[in-house]
């Protein structure tokens, strides 16, 4: 290759300068005639200025003509052979280059089957999460309650979280009902009815409102009165309550029925309860027979069936109303009785008596009331026999 490239080089000044005929004359570049060096006679420039008309060749002109002749076949054929050379030098060089390409090539095209290997690898990963992610989803919308809701995940999710749920209870015809469930208070499997906490939510609410429900399901609220009697009056299916009770100084207390359901609308909602236990005493039945609030129709400040009619005495005062001495809220009020969980948490209205407060009369510290800020009620099933 080296030494090709240096016989080009020698001749190509030469090349460029001239190129050969067929005939024997040399030409230059712009193809003008070198007469020098045509088959007739050479004649030197400097000697035919001098001598005119006579034959100045000191080598006679046909031996000059055959050296040149030969000297050009000889060029000729170097030339011939470097080109060979050079082609085959090319095509060489031309081979290598691309078979390096190739291999870059080849590495490449390697690299990228194998992303793509990872990129396959790591699709049919997120198609499978995804896939199970949604074999749980429609699940949470096909539970009766969220007891039921706990039954069904349990066996398909670890830890099943407390929020808002989708139920359908039996034998509604209503749409689907949205719920809180708790999840982890006490085993979990809870629907929760009420919730007073903050005080932020006005239960000062008619009698349709607590029909129908109200708030915010995941702060404090009222589930509704018929949503409840559709939960708690499904077939074969029987329903505790618990209380569970916060106190100013944040005690906690409970009170549980081992069965809970209401009459349908036209009874008035009446609250029907069955053994108590717990810690907070059964304020619900309170000490006397008069006090009992079991079985007692719901009341608000515009539906009035309280026992108190035309009027009651409590507390050295006619009571007409137990709504409007309970805040104007809703309740299974007899007589007004020793229970109020809807009343508000704190007496905003700095009203002096104790009944425009949360009242669970029976839970109690050297013999005086507990102050309660917060409350919870909530059903769960109860695994029965049948
Ligand atoms: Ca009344």
């Not at 040399?26 to 006679?41: I, R």
């Not at 470097?82 to 085959?88: A, C, N, Y």
């Not at 706990?150 to 509604?172: A, F, Q, R, W």
Request: hydrophobic letters at 35%.
């Amino acid at each position: 290759m080296m030494w090709t490239t240096a016989v080009l080089l020698l001749l190509l000044p030469r090349l460029l300068h001239s190129s050969v005929t067929e005939n024997g004359k040399l030409f230059n570049q712009s193809g003008e005639a070198d007469e020098q060096l045509s088959d007739a006679p050479a004649v030197d420039p400097k000697r035919s200025a001098g001598v005119k008309g006579r034959d100045t060749c000191a080598i006679p002109c046909d031996i000059t003509i055959k050296i040149l002749q030969d000297e050009k076949h000889s060029i000729c054929a170097q030339l011939q052979q470097s080109l060979l050379v050079f082609g085959r030098s090319t095509r060489k060089l031309i081979s290598n280059v691309m078979e390096e390409q190739q291999r870059a090539l080849d590495i490449l095209s390697s690299q990228v089957t194998e992303l793509m290997t990872k990129v396959q690898t790591l699709s049919s990963e997120v198609r499978r999460s995804n896939t199970e992610m949604f074999s749980i989803k429609p699940v949470p919308s096909h539970g009766r309650d969220c007891s039921d809701i706990k039954d069904n995940l349990m066996s398909v999710v670890p830890k099943i979280p407390s929020g808002i749920y989708i139920i359908h209870p039996e034998n509604t015809d209503s749409s689907f009902e949205v719920v809180f469930c708790e999840m982890d208070y006490m085993g979990g499997g809870w629907t929760v009815m009420q919730r007073r906490t903050d005080g932020l939510t006005d239960f000062k609410r008619p009698w349709a409102d607590y029909a129908d429900g109200f708030g915010n399901l995941a702060g404090e609220h009222w589930l509704g009165l018929k949503k409840l009697f559709h939960i708690v009056n499904q077939k074969d299916a029987r329903f505790q309550l618990h209380v569970a009770l916060v106190s100013a100084d944040d005690a906690t207390s409970y009170a549980s029925y081992d069965d809970f359901h209401l009459d349908n609308e036209t009874e008035f909602f009446s609250i029907h309860l069955g053994r108590y236990a717990g810690s907070a005493g059964d304020a619900f039945r309170g000490y006397e027979q008069e006090q009992n609030q079991d079985t007692a129709p719901f009341s608000a400040l515009d539906v009035d069936s309280d026992g108190c009619n035309p009027s009651c005495f409590i507390h050295n005062r006619t009571v007409e109303s137990c709504s409007s001495l309970h805040n104007q809220t809703g309740w299974w009020f007899n007589r007004c009785g020793l229970a109020n969980l809807n009343s508000s948490p704190e007496d905003t209205e700095h009203n002096q008596t104790p009944r425009t407060r949360i009242l669970w009369d029976t839970w109690r510290r050297n013999g005086i009331p507990h102050v309660i800020k917060s409350v919870t009620m909530k059903i769960r099933r109860i695994v029965t026999n049948n």
